[in-house]
């Protein structure tokens, strides 16, 4: 019997022709990165032509410097003896000559501009260049990996992440920058914590552009529209002790002042009945957890943990597609990674071959990625999606169509009513945020301009390993499913009844570090009528 090796015991049970293994399984928790990788090769190209403007600049100046020394001590020599030097009529010949004609050549060569080259590939390369929207989004991509993995600002600033293979910092001037367009969002959470973090490395004496005054002045701003009056004054006087003249400052001076002794007398009157009710307030606030906090702490690896009786009912094992033709001699790996709602993996199920293959037919084709719009039932950009996508038909490519009769030979389903193969590329910060795949009730125009009725199942290929983040995890149950290159997932969106099933609401968390890379396939309902039939439960 031919086996493959799992981190788990094993446990032998006869079924049909062979023996099938099983195992214990368990859990743990802008901008694209084809396109990024393109900027990097713009910039190595520039660089180029930057070097190369910098030796002409310096042949220049060579020859003018060498031009300068030797008339230098010629006019030496000269002004020593006019009458005598010039009686010699070749003198007489060459000052004439040098006058006229030689230094109107040197102020040629001093005009001449020897940034053409140079300026030329800056113009051709800067349509590609980012502009500030997509400068706004790095920063908030970084942002966004702050919140989601609890990293703190010197963290960030220092480099200091998991699985980086290229250290990199950042300085004061850059803790500005991010601060400010935090600053512009109104995010003033942050603004105090990237404000911070450049006033603390200026503290260390990092030198910088960066003026303490332009900082203090956002930070203590940021403090008090978080209600931290005491805070923001002290930050204050600092930012005076600088610059005493300071108009705002001493404005907002006055004005926390004023606010301060308004504040002492409302404390006055305050009464116990209202304190306890904040206390009750904040209990409340922390049993509660939301989506959001649920979805980050999957995120994090510090999801749900299966109780041990959950655990023995998932299992790995070869399957051969319900006795397939193609898989019955060559059955292929798969594992449960959770039970309800069923997920499984199917593992060495895409070669490097083909995902090669695949990410070169989509790169070309990569755009921001879009979702349906409930409201209108087209297709649209959103915030909470965040990565480039192309679409694949099975026609373009061999490749593309045996991808597709395998998603069709291993889930038993009809590939001919799915949509076309989706390849999606999340770089660092990418992330797709908590989703359904199926249409609800309150959306029946969903998938009306495909005529296939509702997205039955999802079928997910992992083309790529991710140093860091990027799990793919389900906040209803607190499932996590995590990147492994050549793998793919499977779950049913739908029970069979057509009714849809909540508990596949999941997300893709975002890439903290690497490049992540997948390829999914959604099945529809039409032409599973006899593949999978409905039942007279709502709920099976």
């Given at each position: 019997m031919v086996?493959?090796?799992?981190?788990?015991?094993?446990?032998?049970?006869?079924?049909?022709?062979?023996?099938?293994?099983?195992?214990?399984?368990?859990?743990s928790c802008l901008l694209a990165g084809g396109h990024m990788t393109d900027l990097i090769n713009t910039e190595k190209d520039l660089v180029v032509s930057l070097k190369d403007y910098i030796k002409a600049e310096e042949s220049k100046l060579e020859q003018i410097k060498k031009w300068a020394e030797k008339l230098d001590q010629l006019t030496d020599t000269a002004t020593k003896d006019p009458e005598g030097f010039l009686g010699h009529p070749v003198n007489a010949f060459k000052l004439m000559k040098r006058l006229n004609t030689e230094w109107g050549e040197l102020e040629s060569l001093v005009l001449k501009d020897m940034s053409d080259g140079f300026i030329s590939n800056m113009t051709i390369q800067r349509q590609f260049f980012p502009n500030d929207e997509d400068q706004t989004g790095a920063a908030k991509a970084l942002l966004r990996l702050q919140d989601t993995y609890n990293l703190d600002t010197d963290t960030l600033s220092r480099g200091n992440l998991p699985g980086v293979k290229h250290k990199s910092f950042l300085t004061a001037e850059d803790c500005f920058e991010l601060g400010k367009i935090a600053y512009t969002e109104a995010d003033y959470y942050h603004t105090e914590l990237w404000m911070e973090q450049a006033l603390k490395q200026l503290d260390e004496g990092e030198v910088s552009s960066a003026d303490k005054v332009y900082i203090l002045d956002y930070l203590s701003y940021a403090v008090y529209q978080q209600g931290d009056l005491g805070k923001a004054m002290a930050l204050t006087r600092r930012l005076l002790e600088l610059d005493p003249e300071h108009q705002r400052a001493n404005g907002n001076m006055k004005y926390f002042e004023y606010i301060m002794a308004k504040e002492k007398e409302a404390n006055k009157s305050s009464t116990d009945s209202e304190d306890q009710q904040e206390k009750e307030t904040e209990v409340k606030k922390k049993d509660y957890l939301p989506e959001r906090r649920k979805y980050e702490m999957l995120c994090r690896g510090e999801g749900l943990k299966m109780t041990p009786r959950r655990q023995k009912r998932l299992f790995c094992r070869y399957y051969d597609g319900n006795r397939n033709p193609r898989y019955i001699l060559g059955p292929v790996k798969q594992e449960d990674e959770w039970d309800k709602p069923r997920i499984v993996r199917f593992l060495d199920i895409i070669s490097d071959e083909e995902i090669e293959t695949v990410k070169e037919l989509a790169?070309?084709?990569?755009?921001?990625?879009?979702?349906?719009?409930?409201?209108?039932?087209?297709?649209?950009?959103?915030?909470?999606?965040?990565?480039?996508?192309?679409?694949?038909?099975?026609?373009?490519?061999?490749?593309?169509?045996?991808?597709?009769?395998?998603?069709q030979d291993l889930t038993g389903l009809d590939v001919s009513t799915a949509e076309e193969l989706q390849v999606a590329n999340y770089g660092v910060g990418g992330q797709y945020e908590p989703h359904f795949d199926f249409g609800r009730k309150d959306e029946p125009d969903a998938f009306k301009e495909l005529g296939t009725g509702n997205r039955i199942a999802t079928w997910l290929f992992y083309m790529s390993d991710v140093s860091a983040g990027g799990a793919t995890v389900f906040p209803e149950v607190g499932a996590s499913v995590w990147p492994k290159k050549g793998t793919a997932v499977f779950w049913y969106n739908l029970f069979p009844s057509g009714e849809g099933d909540y508990s596949t609401r999941h997300a893709a968390c975002p890439v903290l570090v690497g490049n992540k890379w997948v390829s999914n396939k959604w099945l529809h309902e039409r032409g599973q009528e006899f593949r999978r039939p409905c039942t007279l439960s709502e709920l099976e």
């Open positions: 086996q493959y090796a799992c981190t788990h015991p094993w446990v032998l049970v006869a079924s049909g022709w062979a023996l099938y293994p099983f195992v214990l399984n368990q859990f790169k070309p084709r990569l755009s921001r990625a879009t979702v349906h719009d409930p409201e209108t039932g087209k297709l649209t950009t959103a915030h909470y999606r965040v990565s480039k996508s192309a679409w694949l038909s099975g026609y373009e490519s061999p490749v593309v169509s045996r991808i597709n009769t395998r998603i």
